[in-house]
């Protein structure tokens, strides 16, 4: 009985490491964002691919609205964020708009980031991956 109680158990351990094993990539890509934003529309390249929390880790930024910022009147707002808001509420697809055009700011953020720190992707094919 005590050999079948244990074969049991081991067995069943077994099923929930491999189904945890098995789920695990399903749920690990909840953090990629994709910067497709339907204010765009159709586009030449597909859109910029990041996982979230691994870029800000990496680059170990903590305050969101180094990304995220709010504008009042030219100036930047150091202790406001924009987060949970889309890019394009602000920024217009249309040159002339008050503020930066909505590719533009995309990236005139991140590449002029990535330019000033030596680090991360600066060609288009490293944001916006054909695959």
């Known amino acids: 009985m005590k050999k079948g109680t244990a074969a049991l158990y081991i067995g ?5 490491s491999i ?3 098995m789920l695990m990539p399903a749920y690990s890509q909840e953090d990629i964002v994709s910067l497709a934003d339907s204010a765009l529309g159709d586009r030449e390249r597909p859109a910029a ?3 979230h929390e691994e870029h800000n ?3 170990e ?3 969101c609205n180094v990304c995220h910022h709010v504008y009042k009147d030219g100036n930047k707002i150091e202790d406001e964020s ?3 808001q889309g890019c394009s509420d602000c920024h217009n697809i249309k040159e002339g708009y008050p503020t930066r055009p909505l590719m533009k700011a995309y990236h005139d953020l991140c590449k002029a980031c990535h330019l ?3 680090k991360g992707p600066i060609t288009c094919g490293e944001c916006h991956p054909q695959n």
């Open 82 to 84: 924009s987060e949970g």
């Open 19 to 21: 189904l945890t094993f």
């Open 116 to 118: 000033e720190n030596k």
């Open 61 to 63: 930024i903590e305050e």
């Open 49 to 51: 691919v990041f996982a």
């Open 57 to 59: 880790e990496k680059a």
């Open 12 to 16: 069943m351990g077994v099923l929930i």
